[in-house]
């Protein structure tokens, strides 16, 4: 059973940053930040693969967030710059079996087994 754990949440004005981490107690080959607005449904944020370190962002994130990973650690972080009010939300990393090569793969949450408890990102104007 994998475990995911993320810290990093917090509150930044708008054009601030943040980093968020997840560590993970075993093994997945995908890995994805998603968030979830009051009232607004899940949406998918970033994802990469363990082995190859490829990545895919939802295009609202790009240029702004970096997903990256340690595999020595085990760790997923996101490097959120630029931040904007419609970046709050409840941010979760999540583990999936599968090595995701096709957007759609690492875009359905669906695709993901494993989930953390989540961190509250907030940003004010």
């Known amino acids: 059973q994998v475990q995911l754990v993320e810290s990093g949440g917090g509150s930044v004005q708008a054009g601030g940053s943040l980093r968020l981490s997840c560590a993970a107690s075993g093994r997945t080959k995908t890995m994805g930040w998603f968030r979830q607005a009051p009232g607004k449904e899940r949406e998918f944020v970033a994802g990469?693969?363990?082995?190859?370190?490829?990545?895919y962002y939802e295009d609202s994130v790009k240029g702004r967030f970096t997903i990256s990973r340690d595999n020595a650690k085990s760790t997923v972080t996101l490097q959120m710059n630029s931040l904007k009010p419609e970046d709050t939300g409840l941010y979760y990393c999540?583990?999936?079996?599968?090595?995701?090569?096709?957007?759609?793969?690492?875009?359905?949450?669906?695709?993901?087994?494993?989930w953390g408890q989540g961190t509250q990102v907030t940003v004010s104007s």
């Open positions: 990469i693969v363990w082995t190859s370190g490829s990545t």
């Open positions: 999540a583990g999936s079996s599968w090595t995701c090569i096709l957007d759609s793969c690492y875009v359905d949450g669906k695709g993901y087994e494993y």
